[in-house]
Antibody
Framework: EVQVVESGGGLVQPGGSLRLSCAASGFTLSRNWMTWVRQAPGKGLEWVAN????????YYVDSVKGRFTISRDNAKNSLYLQMSSLTAEDTAMYHCARGQGWLDDWGQGTLVTVSS | DIQMTQSPSSLSASVGDRVTITCRAS??????LHWYQHKPGKAPKVMIY???SLQSGVPSRFSGSGSGTDFTLTITSLQPEDFATYYCQQTYNIPFTFGPGTKVDIK
């Protein structure tokens, strides 16, 4: 069974940093592009970033460029999102998903709250 | 960035109704258009990919159509488990933007 489980969310102060993790099972991570998508409270889905199978290509939405870094460790079947210089606008549920185009398998998300 | 719009933003329907949701892109996106279902507290789920291909395990009452800039998701004979928010997404250009969503609730 394919499973994608996010962790690492929590309450962080404005300007702070946080690292999200995504543990994948039931499929070979190294064969798949992976993506982060977020949903702010009461808002819709927003594509955040994705990363190629070997980590050689990474793409970001403009609002997080220079602040967020997507990475992966295929040996550990894990995906990461390092977030820095966080603002209230980054408050959201962050979902990890398998895929580059359409996203086949999603996790339930981990909540990031940026507040003083 | 490619802007995606959806209409309506919400609708109320009864079990057994036929429901149609429209998605429009700000420029042509070929067939790089996908539909997701999202229920509160759950992981989103892809229902239709590449305009009209039904994801494995998705009931055949779901269908998609369209081309270029205008697309449609249709649910024939709405079932209780179909009440959710539906999003379209384009993967033609990065960033891979989503539509604002259409909430389908019970009349």
């Amino acid at each position: 069974e394919v499973q994608v489980v996010e962790s690492g969310g929590g309450l962080v102060q404005p300007g702070g940093s946080l690292r999200l993790s995504c543990a994948a099972s039931g499929f070979t991570l190294s064969r798949n592009w992976m993506t982060w998508v977020r949903q702010a409270p009461g808002k819709g889905l927003e594509w955040v970033a994705n990363i190629k199978q070997d980590g050689s290509e990474k793409y970001y939405v403009d609002s997080v460029k220079g602040r967020f870094t997507i990475s992966r460790d295929n040996a550990k079947n894990s995906l990461y999102l390092q977030m820095s210089s966080l603002t209230a606008e980054d408050t959201a549920m962050y979902h990890c998903a398998r895929g580059q185009g359409w996203l086949d398998d999603w996790g339930q998300g981990t909540l990031v709250t940026v507040s003083s | 960035d490619i802007q995606m719009t959806q209409s309506p933003s919400s609708l109320s329907a009864s079990v057994g109704d036929r429901v149609t949701i429209t998605c429009r892109a700000s420029q042509s996106i070929s067939n790089y258009l996908h539909w997701y279902q999202h229920k509160p507290g759950k992981a989103p789920k892809v229902m239709i990919y590449a305009v009209s291909s039904l994801q494995s395990g998705v009931p055949s009452r779901f269908s998609g159509s369209g081309s270029g800039t205008d697309f449609t998701l249709t649910i024939t004979s709405l079932q209780p488990e179909d009440f959710a928010t539906y999003y379209c997404q384009q993967t033609y250009n990065i960033p891979f933007t989503f539509g604002p969503g259409t909430k389908v609730d019970i009349k």
